[in-house]
């Protein structure tokens, strides 16, 4: 099985905002956010991603949960 490729690296992308639109690709049905093992993001895009998301999250424009 091959390992996936980062999404953030693959398209260049330096700095993820949390006005992004596509946070709510590596979140769950239930508003979790996906592990990195699972997403195939790498680490250090996945700390960026999770600051992403929390901060959206505090200004609604992310849903907390279910």
């Known amino acids: ?5 980062c999404f953030y690296c693959d398209n260049r992308i330096v700095y993820i905002d949390y006005k992004s639109p596509d946070l709510n690709n590596f979140l769950t049905e239930r508003g979790k956010i996906v592990p990195a093992k699972l997403s195939g993001v790498c680490a250090k895009h996945q700390r960026m991603m ?3 998301i929390k901060t959206a999250r505090n200004l609604a424009l992310v849903r907390f949960s279910v």
Request: charged share 50%; hydrophobic share 25%; net charge positive.
């Open 1 to 5: 099985m091959r390992r996936k490729t």
């Open 50 to 52: 999770c600051r992403a």
